[in-house]
């Protein structure tokens, strides 16, 4: 046997395993460092400002177990979007300033803030347990808000997406975009929200109406980070004992919709599509005819345009030659 080949056959496997052995596994790629520490902070009646080396964050009760934590990479808070309805609460602040950290009390809310490495760690509504919020809050062109993973947090949220209810191990899109014959494993599915629940009782919303990303454990299987290319944003925390009571404290914050008219709750009658006037007609008068209940049809696309080819979305005028009289087409149903 040649001495040669009978090397290279000895050494091959533990090469093998020794090149497996130190490739990065998905998911695991190392961790930025949290390197952020508080400078000094600020006490208002309202709020507290804490300026870190990594921009400033105001703090302030927005309802009775919520909180606005705002960051700004240079002190220019933003104003929350129109989502908000609800406005900060004035209360009694009380801080207990150690050399490690300051313990704060805004009302129901009670929080520690780590100095170095800047921490926050907010009591949630789960047997005392607490989110954590971590430094830093730029990466590279992006600024964000990191959460702590422990090892059985389950995040639940972000929209319509067929995958998992558990969204942790994903890097979900948080657009609005819609998504044509999808199957399981599509993970946008036309309308996101930035909002997510945390197993640990709190809840958490993302007001930032552009375009963000939130990577639950998938860079990092320790850290939950929302982020956008905006240098400042408004983030909503919640807490309570259950998830009914964290959608109650949501909706404190955004309003409820009006309750839908009692048709809307009926018989819809809809299809891809009615070609035409005569064609939606036609549908309507045979189903009155055979006695079944009807309290509206949806013409979807065809009537303000012709199909493949000529469909015009975004056209808000009636095609003429299929739909000569619509208005006396609706009179008539």
């Not at 933003?78 to 950290?101: C, F, G, Q």
Request: net charge neutral; proline share 5%.
């Amino acid at each position: 046997m040649n001495p040669i080949s009978t090397c290279k056959s000895r050494f091959l496997v533990p090469l093998f395993v020794f090149l497996i052995s130190v490739a990065p596994l998905s998911g695991e790629t190392t961790e930025i460092g949290n390197n952020v520490q508080l400078l000094r902070y600020y006490q208002n009646p309202e709020n507290i400002v804490l300026k870190t080396s990594d921009g400033f964050i105001r703090i302030q009760t927005i309802a009775a177990k919520s909180l606005e934590i705002s960051y700004a990479s240079d002190s220019n808070f933003i104003k929350p979007s129109d989502a908000l309805i609800a406005k900060p609460i004035v209360n009694a602040i009380i801080i207990r300033n150690t050399t490690e950290s300051l313990d704060v009390r805004m009302g129901d809310m009670y929080f520690s803030i780590k100095k170095a490495p800047f921490e926050i760690h907010i009591t949630t509504g789960s047997n005392n347990e607490q989110a954590i919020i971590t430094g830093p809050f730029s990466i590279n062109e992006t600024t964000g808000v990191n959460f702590r993973l422990d090892l059985r947090d389950k995040i639940i949220g972000g929209g319509a997406r067929a995958i998992e209810m558990n969204r942790r191990g994903k890097r979900l899109s948080l657009n609005n975009e819609a998504n044509w014959g999808y199957e399981w494993g599509a993970e946008i599915l036309n309308y996101s929200l930035p909002i997510f629940y945390s197993s640990k009782k709190f809840m958490v919303f993302f007001d930032a109406p552009q375009k963000a990303l939130a990577d639950i454990g998938f860079t990092n299987r320790n850290r939950f980070r929302i982020e956008s290319e905006v240098k400042a944003f408004n983030l909503y925390l919640m807490t309570g004992p259950d998830y009914k009571a964290l959608l109650k404290e949501y909706t404190t914050l955004t309003g409820t919709q009006p309750l839908p008219p009692l048709w809307a709750f009926g018989n819809l009658q809809g299809k891809y599509g009615y070609l035409s006037q005569i064609h939606a007609s036609n549908v309507v008068d045979s189903i009155i005819k055979d006695k079944f209940p009807l309290d509206a049809i949806l013409l979807d696309l065809y009537w303000y345009g012709k199909g493949i080819g000529d469909f015009r979305m975004g056209n808000l005028s009636w095609e003429q030659s299929n739909w000569p009289k619509p208005t006396d087409m609706i009179n008539n149903f």
